[in-house]
């Protein structure tokens, strides 16, 4: 999932090789920040059965009345053992952060729901919500 955040740099070469240390750690970490809220938005967005591009589709018929046995919900959130929303993690450098998801077989059962119910991204609204957390880190 890749989310581009356009800022205006400083321009580190004018400053000392110690503050431009401590300018790219800060960018690092304000990018960690960014990538831990997605994350989060994520999840509570898929929890209330709502993708990026806007509510999933039902579940078949068949699928749902299964489910209705169960007693378990039947507005689709992608959650039957909760393991691979739970594997979201990140990760960030001075140049980038990313979201994914730690093991093949969760990362494979994502990229599956994805292509069902995508659910990997984020709306305008998200990515205006992502920047501000950025701008707020860096301060």
Known sequence: MQVVLQTQPKNL???????????LAKVKSALFRVAQ??????QDRTAQGIGYKGAFKPYSKSYAEARAEQGRTLTPNLTVTGKMLA???SKANSRQAEIFFRGST???KAAHNDKIRPFLGFSREEEGRLARVFERAMK
């Open 106 to 108: 969760e990362s494979a």
């Open 37 to 42: 809220v997605g994350i989060n938005v994520v």
């Open 87 to 89: 594997a979201m993690t």
């Open 13 to 23: 070469g004018k400053l000392s090789k110690e503050l431009q240390q401590e300018e």
